[in-house]
């Protein structure tokens, strides 16, 4: 069964950066498209950005030219690297893959909080 272990998250300033990291078990990582998604409070699990098992990057508008999906296929990681952070930015982020966010599968994902 697949696994995400989310982490990284933690408090920055208005402008910082962060780097999440997703480890992800089992052997099928390569195959799949991963995804970032992020719960403010208070508000629905959004998709921040993806990136296919081809290197295809998509972005949400909110965090392009800000944010950078990755992966390492061997080490079976993606990563977010988060610049110009914003307040609007604070959240829980987890990592997916398409189908284990359709099926509401997550992993406890990360806390990224960003106040001065």
């Known amino acids: 069964q697949v696994q995400f272990v989310e982490s990284g998250g933690g408090l920055v300033q208005p402008g910082g950066s962060l780097r999440l990291s997703c480890a992800v078990s089992g052997s099928i990582f390569s195959i799949y498209s991963i995804e970032w998604h992020r719960q403010a409070p208070g508000k629905q699990r959004e998709l921040v950005a993806a990136?296919?098992?081809?290197?295809?990057?998509t972005y949400a508008e909110s965090v392009k030219g800000r944010f950078t999906i990755s992966r390492d296929n061997v080490k079976t990681t993606a990563y977010l690297q988060m610049n110009s952070l914003k307040s609007d930015d604070t959240g829980v982020y987890f990592c997916a893959f398409p189908f284990t966010a359709r099926n509401n599968r997550w992993g406890q994902g990360t806390q990224v909080t960003v106040s001065s």
């Open positions: 990136m296919t098992g081809g290197g295809s990057t």
